[in-house]
């Protein structure tokens, strides 16, 4: 494909080969390939007359999306912004996992502002909040939506479908694309911005797969599994939409669907795993499951390879960073393997020592760095921060880890997550695996706990299996014997949950914080 193309080109020169096709379902609705392209180019057309006028293109514009996160129009907008050279902002959720998990307006308020949003995109269920959000932003701010919603709405869908031809439109390859707010869980909320270079880029996966996939999107649309989504488009494949995950539900769509292809977090593959509908699902289509957001249970793993088949991929990747690295399913085969989280592309990786940044040597645990097509451009009014972050080109994601002998990549948690006690650096995650692999335990999560003093202490909360009967003892001496007796936490609770992040992991600072209280 023509590199000035964007990707909302190339998906649309897929969806044309067969118009009739079903391409996205939500709620009940479909949409034909058709019916999608038209509605992308009409809503395109439209914003362009707005802001690209004659010969132009949509530079400066930045198109705010605050619609119902899993629904074919958070999709067609995006597309169509970008199809004209505008940037998109998702503004319902920065919750990566729960689409239903809506921003405050505070925060609402504080991105339209900070990105310099000049249309805001929603649908009818958002309009009031929209409105309400115009008259306190205290700046020009365009409604749109696809469909006529009010006098001070502009309907996209009045355009010309034909009117409008994106090869005239020029596009800096290093224009922001999309702009993605964080979970904010080790600060505020950060706005991650990636060009049209990184998401073009992206899209080449889809466009040279070999089969047609469907995939069952129940993560946000406006993270990771957005750029999924576009990925099976271009495949030539459709996309299922659901409202979030549960795994109930999830497995009944695998069934009706035949999905072949499903994007989800490791407590979420391990819910579906636990789930007493699994027994009598048929999965007999799904081809890939694909797991990402946290480190995953090398146990739990060998139980998902049992339940699931030759079809688990591990992806390794950091809101900044992007795709990193990926463990393929014949390596889920491998059990020394499970432990890592694959290989990553030749070069696109370091280890650097957190305190003098030198490069460490196959071995040593220090901080994965990353430089690749798919990283950020940079964090939205953060020049300090991005400064920071991106150096010399590398983008530092403060997760710990090494590289083996045979290139593979294993992590060891965050820096600010190495807790200094009983002599030694424990790296929580170990802790945390060699909890997971008791018989009784389906999740874990080891983490530090200051006393007045600013003393560092090792605890650990953990879920149980169905039945399961182990308590913080027997827990205790199962930790000493795996690892080490300096390794055992100093206090381990058992829960019904955890609690989690915004991208499906362990939120270790509540946990830390109820333990302290």
């Not at 880029?201 to 466009?207: D, P, T, V």
């Not at 040279?208 to 995939?215: A, L, T």
Request: with cysteine.
């Amino acid at each position: 494909m023509p590199s000035d193309e964007t990707y909302v080109s190339q998906i649309l020169g897929v969806l044309s080969a067969e118009p009739e096709r079903v391409v996205l379902s939500w709620r009940d609705r479909t949409l034909t390939a058709a019916e999608l392209t038209a509605l992308v180019r009409s809503a395109a057309q439209t914003l362009h007359r707005q802001v690209g006028g004659d010969g132009g293109d949509g530079a400066g514009a930045v198109v705010a999306v605050l619609t119902v996160t899993n629904t074919a129009p958070t999709l067609v907008l995006r597309y169509a912004a970008n199809l004209v050279g505008a940037t998109v902002v998702h503004l319902h959720t920065t919750n990566a996992v729960d689409p239903a998990d809506p921003l405050a307006a505070g925060a609402k308020l504080k991105i339209l502002r900070e990105t310099g949003a000049t249309h805001l995109a929603v649908d009818a269920e958002n309009l009031a909040t929209a409105r309400e959000l115009r008259e306190r932003l205290g700046a020009p701010l365009v409604l749109v939506a696809l469909g006529d919603l009010g006098p001070d709405v502009l309907d996209l869908t009045t355009g010309d479908p034909d009117a409008l031809d994106p090869a005239d439109i020029r596009i800096p390859p290093d224009r922001p694309a999309v702009v993605t707010y964080t979970s904010g869980t080790t600060g505020e909320p950060k706005g991650i911005a990636f060009d049209f270079r990184a998401r073009n880029g992206f899209i080449s996966a889809g466009l040279q797969m070999r089969w047609r996939s469907v995939y069952l999107a129940f993560l946000p649309l406006s993270h990771s599994s957005g750029a999924t989504a576009d990925d099976s488009l271009a495949s030539g494949g459709s996309v299922v939409l659901l409202d979030g995950f549960d795994p109930g539900e999830a497995l009944r769509a695998v069934a009706r669907h035949r999905i072949t292809r499903m994007l989800l977090s490791p407590p979420q593959l391990y819910l579906l795993m636990d789930h007493p509908e699994l027994a009598s699902t048929d999965l007999s289509s799904l081809q890939m499951v694909t797991y990402l957001g946290s480190p995953a249970s090398p146990e739990r793993l060998a139980e998902a390879v049992k339940v699931f088949g030759d079809v688990l991929l591990q992806v390794y990747a950091t809101s900044e960073a992007g795709f990193v690295s990926m463990l393929s399913p014949a390596e889920h085969l491998d059990p020394r393997l499970r432990a890592t989280v694959g290989r990553p592309m030749p070069d696109w990786v370091r280890i650097a020592d957190p305190d003098d940044h030198r490069d460490l040597p196959p071995g040593e645990t220090g901080e994965v760095c990353v430089r690749s097509p798919f990283t950020m451009s940079a964090y939205v009014a953060e020049p300090e921060l991005t400064a920071r972050t991106v150096r010399d080109g590398w983008v530092h994601t403060g997760d710990l880890g090494f590289v083996d002998g045979d290139g593979y990549l294993h992590l060891r948690g965050r820096i600010g997550e190495v807790v200094k006690t009983n002599g030694i650096k424990i790296h929580p995650v170990t802790v945390e695996n060699a909890l997971l692999a008791h018989p009784d335990v389906v999740q874990a999560a080891a983490f530090c706990v200051r006393d007045r003093d600013r003393i560092e202490y090792l605890h650990a909360a953990v879920v149980l299996r169905e039945g399961g009967t182990a308590g913080p003892g027997e827990l205790a001496e199962h930790v000493r014997a795996a690892v080490s007796p300096k390794h055992v936490p100093a206090r381990i609770s058992v829960r019904d949950a955890l609690p989690l992040t915004g991208v499906g992991k362990p939120d270790k600072a509540r946990l830390a914080a109820e333990a302290d209280g």
